[in-house]
């Protein structure tokens, strides 16, 4: 078993700048890929940004390309995004997930639905 926990979420006002961070544990990471989704009320999951474990090559939504970026840190099996030049339409609950077996950009392409691990999500609120 895997669990997820995300941190770093808050209130900021638009143009401004947070980093989230999701912890992995229960499991040794070799593959797949991690990622971060976020949901609004009334709205479905929608794919922000994903990492591949291995080669840390990454694949960004339109929406956030050029202002977010995803990292991670093989040794704590930790994943970063930081989030600049933030708007209002940001804000959402962010959650982290975890996929084996796949590349960053089929873990942006394909259903949230297939994430094998999410975390329980953290707010972030962009006022304007």
């Known amino acids: 078993q895997v669990q997820l926990v995300e941190s770093g979420g808050g209130l900021v006002q638009a143009g401004g700048s947070l980093r989230l961070s999701c912890a992995a544990s229960?499991?040794?990471?070799?593959?797949?890929?991690m990622g971060w989704f976020r949901q609004t009320p009334g709205k479905e999951r929608e794919f922000v940004a994903a990492?591949?474990?291995?080669?840390?090559?990454?694949y960004f939504s339109n929406s956030v390309k050029g202002r977010f970026t995803i990292s991670r840190d093989v040794d704590k099996n930790t994943i970063l995004l930081q989030m600049n030049s933030l708007k209002p339409e940001d804000t959402a609950v962010y959650y982290c997930a975890a996929r084996g077996g796949v590349t960053a950009q089929r873990m942006g392409v394909e259903s949230p639905g297939l994430a094998d691990y999410w975390g329980q999500g953290t707010q972030v609120t962009v006022s304007s």
């Open positions: 990492i591949s474990w291995s080669s840390a090559y990454t």
């Open positions: 229960g499991r040794t990471f070799s593959g797949g890929a």
